[in-house]
């Protein structure tokens, strides 16, 4: 009998290294499965359609909101941004583990959802220093930088709405942890 793959919910204020810690995982094709969510909004210069988003009409977007493909779904500055049920479920079933890298507005559908998901925040060490680390980004104005540090703010709000928090003060350490994670969602005894 094949084993179910596991599905992981991953949120972070931005620039707290998620994208880093996930690459070292996904590093690993065949176990894992990285969900690619959908978005109304336009590509951004060099953002492939099927590799950083599927890029669909907000059209399309409604249609398939209203016909339930969603596993979840949210609106940020005027666009939608959502998961699809479909290629989880494939994957899943395949025995694969899905990785979802996703606000926490997602984080708690799926909670709603599925309630065998499990959810890991990942933090910064301080407020001060994510501001620190958007500010050395240099992609960003120092107002952009306030507004995402504000938003950071209202996301740690959510934290104990997670099965795992992760502080990425040390990077080898956050991926060390999220493999730990990984191994003890395998070790439920729910599955």
């Known amino acids: 009998m094949q084993k179910k793959g596991r599905l992981i919910v991953v949120s972070a204020p931005s620039g707290c290294g998620k994208g880093t810690i996930l690459g070292r995982v996904l590093e690993d094709k065949e176990r894992f499965y990285y969900s690619i969510s959908c978005t109304t909004r336009a590509p ?17 977007f409604e249609r398939e909101l209203a016909a339930g493909a969603f596993l979840e779904h949210a609106t940020y500055c005027d666009n939608y941004y959502g998961t699809l049920n479909a290629p989880i479920d494939e994957h899943l079933a395949a025995g694969q583990d899905v990785i979802l890298e996703i606000e926490v507005q997602g984080g708690m559908q799926i909670r709603e959802k599925r309630p065998d998901a499990t959810l890991v925040f990942i933090v910064p060490p301080s407020l001060e220093v994510l501001r620190e680390r958007l500010t050395k980004r240099g992609t960003e104005t120092p107002e952009v930088v306030e507004k995402r540090v504000a938003q950071a703010s209202r996301e740690l709000a959510f934290v104990d709405q997670y099965d795992y928090c992760i502080v990425n003060d040390d990077l ?20």
């Open 44 to 60: 951004r210069e060099g953002e492939i359609n099927g590799v950083h988003y599927r890029f669909m009409s907000r059209e399309a």
């Open 172 to 191: 080898d350490a956050a991926i060390a942890d999220m493999f730990s994670v990984i191994r003890a969602a395998e070790l439920r005894v729910d599955r």
